[in-house]
Nanobody, 113 residues
Framework: VQLVESGGGLVQSGKSLTLSCAGS????????FGWDRQAPGRSREKIGF????????YIIDSVRGRFTISRDNTTNTAYLQMNNLKPEDTAVYYC???????WGQGTQVTVSS
């Protein structure tokens, strides 16, 4: 099982980024994808997850209305679209398949003020 995140980078406050998470080694469309993040000096926190049918759930209140989790079961890929980014969104972002205990290596997102 492998999960590879991409799309991170340095952006200005108020801008957008979309992260991708390419999964392999497991059947497409059969597992929930999850997104976590870890900010400098802070504990890792769960952003949300998306069911196999594409229904997202957001766990962190601060991202509701700004972040959108989606997936493409034809390519076994999950996405995290982040709009109106804020400096406090600066973190390493991870995607994973919790049921398999598999997580990617993370991608850095840095938001400048």
């Amino acid at each position: 099982v492998q999960l590879v995140e991409s799309g991170g980078g340095l952006v200005q406050s108020g801008k957008s980024l979309t992260l991708s998470c390419a999964g392999s080694g497991f059947p497409s469309g059969t597992y929930i994808f999850g997104w976590d993040r870890q900010a400098p000096g802070r504990s890792r926190e769960k952003i949300g997850f998306i069911t196999t049918s594409g229904q997202p759930t957001y766990i962190i209140d601060s991202v509701r209305g700004r972040f959108t989790i989606s997936r493409d079961n034809t390519t076994n890929t999950a996405y995290l679209q982040m709009n109106n980014l804020k400096p406090e969104d600066t973190a390493v972002y991870y995607c994973g398949v919790p049921a398999l205990g598999a997580w990617g290596q993370g991608t850095q997102v840095t938001v400048s003020s």
